[in-house]
Structures are given as structure tokens and as C-alpha cells.
């Protein structure tokens, strides 16, 4: 290493004695920067059983193999993942509290006038976990079976078909908002404090129709207690082959 610069005009002893001093600084820092020495936590900014939530309980026992040392996972959710976030953007920046986040976090930047936290300078990106597709799906009480009859019966009556989601600015509600625009309809949103009651109302019937990641979707149309109308990627999904995407149905531009 250099020897810093106000090190140079001093003689003699006292440079042996900064030279050990500084040496000593190194060490410790050293010392300091021996990672992981303890239990790392995984921050969820949803609530349990959430698709967020079951990556990081998958990911988390891997990875305490191979830190040799605890990961827990801690739920934190609340204002569509902005709390849990904004929880970890002030943590102690030494490793120890990590973020399972989703793109909420880039949305709730540009949709809310104040974010308490910044998504990129705020946290230093680790890995891609995992590339989730969500379904529309709808109630069977509704009485929609498919993505013509519910283009027809929202425009048919602007406001009346209600949808939900985990919150306001979730990928859940955005996708809906996208799909509104290209298809020019009006619906009426319900924005719920976490999946876990949205999804409950959503299979009670108390709102009509909604976006749900795949995997939580598939499991409830095969049980015969949603109806499938149309998934949200590029392609077909191999959980759920016979489920069109929105292209097929005639709707471009909703990915």
C-alpha cells in the first residue's frame, strides 16, 4: 500500500510509530470485514405465504449451508413493500440484513410523490432470484369464464366489474392498469393491505377478478375455485399449458 502523503515529512520514530499505528488500522479493519460471523436476516417486504415469501424461505437454508451461518426470514410488509424496504435501505450496511424485493420497490419510486427510500443508490443488487408470470384470473361467482366476456361486460358497464390487488403500485395492480389501457376499460380497483386478503375475497367472491403469480393461481383453477382467463407473459406457462396469454386472446402489448 502508499504510505499517505502527510506520512512523508515526518522522521525517525515518529514514522515507525504512525507506520504501526496505521498497520494496526488495516488489521482491524481487516478483522472487520470477515463475513459472515453471524445470523444473516432476510427482510420480506409481504406477508407470509406470498410469492416473495416462499423464495426466500427456499433460498434461505441454502444459503445458511453454505455461509455456515443462520438465515432467517423476517416478514415485514405494509404500503406495498415500502415499509419492508425502506427497513433494510436503514439497516446497517455490513451484510447482515438482506432485501427479497420484487420491482415494486422501482414502481413505488415513480408512482409515490415521497419514497423514503432511493431503489438504486440505496442497495447494492446481489442476484436475480427467480422471474415470476402472473394470471388473470376470476371468481367463479362473478360468472365470467373468459377474457371476451369480461372485456364485454366491463365495457358494457364502465365501473362495475371490481378487481383487486395486494396494494396500490404491486405488480398485481399494475398489470391491471396495463391491461385497462390496451383493452380501453374501466373497472373498479380494490387495493388490499397484502395478498392474504385479497386473495380471500377473491375466492369469496367480494371482488370480481385479479392478477395472481402463477404458481399461487394454477393450484386454485385446478381445485375448480377460480377461472383461468389469460396469462400475463410472452408465452404460454408450463404450469399452466392450456391457459392462453393475452396476445392469443387478442389483447397486444400486456406482458
Request: net charge positive; proline share 7%.
Amino acid at each position: 500500500f502508499e504510505i499517505p502523503k502527510i506520512l512523508v515529512c515526518i522522521t525517525g520514530m515518529k514514522i515507525r510509530v504512525a507506520l504501526a499505528g496505521l498497520l494496526m488500522t488495516l488489521a482491524t479493519v481487516s478483522l472487520a470485514q470477515v463475513w459472515p460471523a453471524q445470523t444473516i436476516k432476510i427482510i420480506v417486504p409481504f406477508t407470509p405465504g406470498t410469492g416473495m415469501d416462499t423464495i426466500a424461505r427456499t433460498v434461505a437454508p441454502k444459503l445458511s449451508e453454505r455461509l455456515g451461518q443462520p438465515v432467517v426470514v423476517h416478514n415485514v410488509p405494509g404500503a406495498s413493500g415500502n415499509i419492508g424496504a425502506d427497513s433494510v435501505a436503514r439497516a446497517n450496511p455490513d451484510g447482515y440484513t438482506l432485501l427479497m424485493g420484487a420491482n415494486t420497490m422501482l414502481m413505488a419510486a415513480q408512482l409515490y410523490k415521497k419514497v423514503p427510500f432511493n431503489p438504486v443508490d440505496d442497495f447494492a443488487s446481489i442476484s436475480m432470484v427467480a422471474h415470476g408470470t402472473l394470471m388473470l384470473v376470476a371468481s367463479p361467482k362473478s360468472g365470467i369464464k373468459s377474457m371476451q366476456e369480461l372485456i364485454a361486460l366491463a365495457k358494457a358497464k364502465p365501473g362495475f366489474v371490481s378487481y383487486g390487488s395486494p396494494g396500490i403500485g404491486t405488480p398485481h395492480h399494475m398489470a391491471m392498469e396495463l391491461f385497462k389501457s390496451e383493452a380501453q376499460l374501466t373497472m373498479l380497483h380494490v387495493p388490499y393491505k397484502g395478498t392474504s386478503g385479497f386473495v380471500q375475497d377473491l375466492l369469496a367472491g367480494e371482488v370480481m377478478v385479479g392478477f395472481l403469480p402463477v404458481h399461487v393461481a394454477q393450484n386454485f383453477v385446478s381445485a375448480g375455485k377460480l377461472v383461468a382467463l389469460a396469462v400475463g407473459g410472452a408465452a404460454r406457462h408450463p404450469v399452466a399449458p392450456s391457459v392462453a396469454t393475452f396476445q392469443e386472446l387478442g389483447v397486444n402489448g400486456v406482458n
